[in-house]
């Protein structure tokens, strides 16, 4: 199993795993019949070596006996009855059938691309290891059967408007394959051709797919949440309703029990004609420009003008020149001083204390006090405050130090917190002279500095 990020091996008999492995996000796993070795389809990117793996273990350990690296997501993977054969396929860019010996994660065989530019979403081998069925996506919608010692398939079975096969399985001798797309088609082949023995048509996308070992009949599932029983020869079948998309099926080797299991999203994306129907756009949408997307005024195309520096934000006008303590990486804010002003404090704290007992003592009144609350000696008292007030002195210090701004001696006017900036072609000028700008988007209006409807409307609109 693969839970989360996780691969996990169970024996039927106990929920505590034999083994369990970090391996990170994946879309299938599977196991031999007789659960000697399991296997992984991973997803990632092309330039993580640790990622888009097909893995292969033995149930002796999670340690892998090998990996190997696609520069697509491994979309599927499947074993044959003794492990001996795997079968994987890939996503794009790769979007290729592959077939691996258990001894070597060297390539058997390494298909040509199958698609355009969608994945290669299934591929399954026979219990033998002597065939292979592959299914594709999108426009390129296909079964394919190879023999697995060549790259070349036997026979390929385009599917109605190219739509996707998202589901594929074998009978245990190789003799029948089933299928089941995106677009509601459900096909029994025999492998000797790519004529269907049957087919279905159902109003829903078809994500699962069991066939029978003798291949009599199938089960499907999809987007109806409904699973769906054929007989082979009859186009009536049974529906069982369930509260999700069916997403997960398998039946019995006797024929006599399905398991089904559903999934809570459904990540189907796919063009489909129908009837080559024609659909007019009569609205095109277009996307915010940056400068809207900076403006947040409702929608109004308005590039920022002005901005407060020292509000700890660069933006807009804003540079390190005319705005060090906003764009500078180096520039420290009064946040940082909160340390210095407890040490100096602590500093005066200890130093008026230290002269409180000094004196005290001078006037010997501490003497004439009776009872002693604390056994302690006034110089062992001095000897406290004095080493109290210089760690406060040098905490003081250091604090300083640590909070000096190299670059506040340098702020200019203009650079002052608090100060507007704005674009030098949209400052205003007033009898040959820079004058001072208002705060765009402070609710308050102010012609006299510069604002106005058009440079800043969330001031002065109508309603301000």
Partial sequence: ALIGSVAVLFDKTSNKPLWKVEVGNGYNVAISKDGKYMAAALAGS?????????????????????????????????LSQDGQFVSGSTGCPDRRFYVFSRDSNTP?????????????????ISADGSLAAVGSESDAGAVFLFKTNSKEPIW?????????????????????????????DAYIFEKDTNIPVANWKLNT??????????????????????????????????????DEYV???????????????????????????????????????????????MSGNDGQVQQVSSSLCGNGKCEGPETIENCKQDCSRNFKTS???????????????????????????????????????????????????????????????IAILFNRNPDAALLEQSEQPGKAIMNQEQEPVLNGSNQESGICGNNICEPGLGESKEICPQDCSGGN
């Fill in 46 to 78: 092309e330039e993580n070596e640790n990622s888009n793996l097909l893995i292969l273990w033995s149930d002796k350990s999670e340690k892998s006996l090998w990996q190997y690296h696609s520069s697509g997501n491994f979309h599927d993977v499947s």
């Fill in 247 to 293: 997403e997960e099926i398998d039946i019995s080797g006797n024929g006599k029990y399905i398991a089904a299991g559903t999934g809570g999203s459904v990540y189907f994306f796919e063009s489909i004609n129908n009837d080559n129907k024609i659909f007019p756009c009569t609205t095109i949408i277009e996307p915010k420009s940056p400068f809207e997307a």
């Fill in 335 to 397: 946040a940082g001083k909160l340390q210095g002003m407890i040490f100096g404090f602590g500093l005066l704290g200890s130093v008026l204390m230290l002269g409180l007992f000094t004196a005290l003592r001078k006037l010997k009144f501490l003497e004439n006090q009776k009872k002693i609350i604390l056994k302690l000696t006034g110089k062992k008292v001095t000897l406290v405050l004095i080493t109290l007030t210089i760690l406060f002195l040098i905490f003081t210090i």
């Fill in 156 to 184: 390929k079975f385009p599917t109605q408007n190219g739509s996707s096969v998202r589901a594929l399985n074998f009978t245990p001798d190789g003799k029948y394959i089933g299928a089941a797309t995106f677009g509601g």
């Fill in 205 to 242: 996308s078809l994500g699962g797919l069991d066939i029978a070992d003798n291949g009599s009949f199938i089960a499907v599932g999809g987007t109806d949440k409904k699973l769906h029983i054929f007989k082979k020869g009859s186009q009536t079948g049974i529906d069982v309703l369930f």
């Fill in 108 to 124: 058997l065989v390494k298909s040509e691309m199958l698609t355009r530019d969608s994945p290669v979403h299934r591929a399954k």
